[in-house]
């Protein structure tokens, strides 16, 4: 007994904290008993398992996976944010990779099965309902913590039962099982915490019957895809792993996948969650979405709180990373910035005619006109406001502009960048006189030919969504955050649940999903018709896939990225979709950017590169990440490796 208590202890090392501690305070030391043997104890032993679940939140940092995804450092939040990683963000100093190897959380599933494993035996200290809710809870923990290595891995081991440290290698070298076993266990164990976890259970931050419906929403999802789209990367022609499938399975697995995707969204839609609507503003309505903690919308959050006794731990950098300078932030300015590619996805002004020439506006805020809502709730434009100050952005002047936009990018129009030729660039604060009149080269807010990449605009718009606007200035610093981070919400079930439908030839059942987004959203074509053309060109990048799809299809996918764009999910989309080494093909972000033309009295925008020719490239190695190889040097059945390792 005393070696398992002191076990025990050890475990609470690691799991005496959580991001809102599940309103629990220490009580001394713990052993197996007082752990599995009351409700407290069980709290208490869960609330570490759930700051270590692979949720990509504010603060992910996908190469520790020992760290509650907490990096360090407050830019690596930043440079690693899977926004960046993708290109759904542009910055200066991230580039596409694998979002971090050695993820391999079998420390924490162990935790998980000794509790599976020895929970029965305390079966008779709690009512049926209570046991059978918080043995379904340690199944939807094992089935996250599964998810976060399918996902990158494929098949990995499927370990069910807690191993003796001291046996022998035919007991603890255990085997890779096939991918398609790996997605199936997922389902099986979500499945079992559907059946036996309660609805009524509403505590922030713990899982219910719904919560696990959420999940094995997204990751059937995802295991649909993946079944029907990996055959296209041919890795069976050559790599072993494939051809054992342990990464990839057939395409004939596919439906059963997008099946149980979609029944575990019509349990949500049975449940109390309906899409948030509580602001007359559409715009304000959507932005609002993600900061308040009594959303209708949201599933389960991730709670933060910079007031806990833990400090740090329970607080982000995201106003920090994404407010300008000047006074928006007490820090040294935004890191991110909304690229033009992403915009264009969203009903938005027409700013070049047919002709090829920049339209006129008075103002460089009437970009905002027409704008779909959602776009406006997701992002910042010149003109709107944000604790106190209005947004100027503007990035140079033009003394005239005869010619059409395209001339002006191939530097037709341009004379060097300064002050006696027709464009003018500067730095923050910088003046030129035209004509006897003194003139603002840049808006406040960028973007600055002086300045590289913090704190500068680089292009005509900023972050929106997840921004605090009631934050005061001097808390916008590192650290300093603590709106909550949304794990799911039913605009994302509703958008998973129309892609599986859609995938299972049901079409028109599926844009009933689509209608539903976009009319909370505010767009003008609330159900587009149905278009089965096929194509095999994506809308990002102009990709070309290597396989074709039907238009409204790229089409859900498109409305996919519009709803959730900022959310990190389109980087593990186009790994699903097998798409990402053609969509992030040299891809080179656009920017739109504003100037005054100085001999009209009007603004124009303009789309252009960005300033420092950056560009994103993904290969075929994005879809797998490698097996561990110290992982592999323990235990050498991990092999063989992943596809072109």
């Known amino acids: 007994m005393k070696k398992r208590r002191l076990a025990y202890i050890a475990l609470l090392g690691g799991l005496v904290f959580s991001c809102r501690e599940l309103n629990l305070e220490p009580k001394g030391v713990l052993g197996e008993s007082e752990l599995f043997g009351t409700e407290f104890g069980v709290k208490k032993y869960f609330a570490g398992l759930y700051n270590y679940l692979p949720i990509e939140d504010f603060l992910y940092y996908g190469t520790n996976s020992n760290s509650a995804y907490r990096p360090d450092n407050y830019w690596e939040s930043g440079k690693f944010s899977l926004g960046n990683m993708s290109g759904e963000f542009f910055n200066t100093w991230a580039s596409v990779d694998n979002d971090g190897f050695a993820y391999w959380p079998y420390d924490r599933i162990r935790i998980v099965n000794t509790f599976i494993q020895n929970f029965p035996t305390y079966k008779d200290k709690y009512p049926e309902g209570d046991y059978k809710r918080l043995l379904g809870e340690a199944h939807f923990?094992?089935?996250?913590?599964?998810?976060?290595?399918?996902k990158r891995y494929g098949g990995v081991p499927i370990v069910t039962e807690v191993q003796d440290p001291l046996a022998g290698p035919d007991v603890l070298n255990v085997s890779r099982n096939t991918e398609y076993d790996t997605w199936k266990f997922i389902h099986d164990d979500l499945q079992f915490a559907i059946d036996h976890?309660?609805?009524d259970t509403k505590?922030?931050?713990?899982?219910?019957k719904y919560v696990a419906a959420a999940l094995m929403s997204r990751t059937m999802l995802y295991a649909g895809s993946i079944a029907k789209y990996t055959e296209s990367l041919g890795f069976k022609q050559t790599e072993l792993a494939a051809q054992q499938g342990l990464a990839g399975m057939e395409p004939a697995q596919a439906n059963e996948f997008f099946e149980y995707a979609v029944e575990a969204g019509k349990i949500i839609e049975a449940g109390p969650y309906s899409l948030y609507n509580k602001e007359a503003d559409k715009a304000t309505n959507f932005a609002r979405l993600f900061l308040d903690p009594s959303s209708s919308e949201s599933i389960f959050?991730?709670?933060?709180?910079?007031?806990?006794?833990?400090?740090n731990r329970l607080t982000h950098n995201y106003d920090a990373l994404m407010s300008p300078q000047p006074d928006m932030s007490s820090f040294v300015g935004a890191e991110s910035y909304v690229p033009l590619d992403f915009m264009e996805l969203y009903d938005m002004p027409v700013y070049t005619h047919p002709d090829g020439t920049p339209v006129r506006f008075d103002s460089r805020s009437d970009i905002r006109n027409g704008m779909e809502p959602r776009m406006r709730g997701t992002m910042y434009f010149d003109g709107d406001e944000l604790r106190g100050k209005i947004f100027q952005i503007q990035k140079g002047i033009y003394r005239s502009f005869d010619g059409v936009a395209a001339d002006a990018q191939k530097g037709v129009n341009s004379a060097p960048i300064n002050s006696n030729g027709n464009r003018i660039l500067g730095g923050r604060g910088w003046t030129t006189?035209?004509?006897?009149?003194?003139?603002?080269?840049?808006?406040?807010h960028g973007h600055f030919d002086d300045q590289g990449g913090e704190n500068n605009g680089w292009g005509a718009a900023y972050i929106r969504k997840y921004i605090d606007p009631d934050l005061a200035t001097a808390d916008v610093n590192v650290y300093r955050s603590d709106q909550h981070w949304v794990v799911f919400r039913l605009g994302e079930i509703y958008l998973n649940t129309a892609e599986a439908l859609y995938e299972l030839g049901r079409r028109e059942e599926a844009f009933d999903y689509v209608a539903k987004i976009r009319d909370r959203a505010g767009a003008k074509v609330v159900r587009p018709a149905i278009d089965m053309t096929l194509t095999n060109i994506g809308t990002i990048n102009k990709a070309n896939y290597t396989y074709a799809i039907e238009r409204s299809l790229q089409f859900i996918r498109d409305e996919r990225e519009?709803?959730?764009y900022g959310e990190n999910h389109w980087w593990w989309d186009l790994r699903r979709w097998r798409t990402a080494d053609q969509v992030l093909n040299h891809f080179r972000h656009r920017v739109l950017s504003a100037y005054y033309v100085a001999d009209e009295g009007k603004y124009i925008y303009l789309n252009e590169d960005n300033r420092i020719n950056r560009e994103w490239t993904a290969s075929k190695t994005c879809y797998y990440e490698p097996i561990p190889w110290g992982e592999i040097g323990k235990n050498n059945n991990l092999l063989p490796q992943n596809p072109l390792y």
């Open 433 to 444: 006189e035209i004509n006897g009149v003194t003139l603002n080269i840049t808006g406040a």
């Open 203 to 208: 505590e922030v931050g713990r899982a219910n």
């Open 141 to 150: 923990l094992r089935a996250y913590f599964y998810f976060g290595l399918a």
């Open 562 to 564: 519009r709803e959730l």
């Open 197 to 199: 976890m309660s609805a």
């Open 301 to 311: 959050i991730k709670e933060y709180n910079k007031n806990s006794p833990n400090g």
